[in-house]
């Protein structure tokens, strides 16, 4: 089990990093990666403060750590200059938050987001024909995710990637310890939104390959 997307007290997330990798780890992950809410005020001081923790205390952990960001809210105009400011401050991944149906995401972000080349979009909502179709043209791998509300379109974005042959990842989306869940669960959520047991396998498959990219 890998997760590309978390989150610790550096935004709304209950957690310490330290706990939060623990846990994880402590449920059988193999990967995780601390992306908090960041926009233009927050990017460079979460950064600061989780690749600290990450180059310091993440070798201690048997469980591959990562710190990265998810861009949230942040208007179309500018998130490919938020995509490029991140990999600049050091984030190893960049997760967009996408067009959500439970959250007033504005239009345009998933495109947007697509464009600028991030490493995931997050919970994409109704994500479009020509989003998909762009976002196999720049490996931007779309997000199934076990948490509630956003998870509501995870159907219509298990059908859309495999129409087009986009990649999926599956991700927790965590902000409470609650949220990690097992590999029951991640499973049954992943079959649940259509993907059949080689597809859900293979997003594991596209997730280390994410992680291992970050590694070099």
Known sequence: MIDLHTHTIFSDGE?????????AEVLGYKALCMTDHADEATTYHILENVLRFVKKHGHFFDINVLAGVELTHVPPALI???VKSARDAGAQVVVMHGETPVEP???GTNLAAIEAGVDILAHPGLITDEEVKLAVEKGVALEITT???HSYTNGHVAAMARKHGAKLVVNNDAHA???LVGE?????IALG??????EY????ANAWEIVQRCMK
């Open 105 to 107: 995401v504005a239009p």
């Open 193 to 198: 939104a259509g993907l059949t047991v080689d």
């Open 177 to 179: 310890p609650r949220d």
């Open 80 to 82: 490919a200059e938020m």
């Open 147 to 149: 948490r509630g509300g």
């Open 15 to 23: 957690l310490i990093p330290a706990e939060l990798v623990r846990r």
């Open 201 to 204: 396998r293979q997003t594991e």
């Open 184 to 188: 029951d669960l991640r499973r049954t």
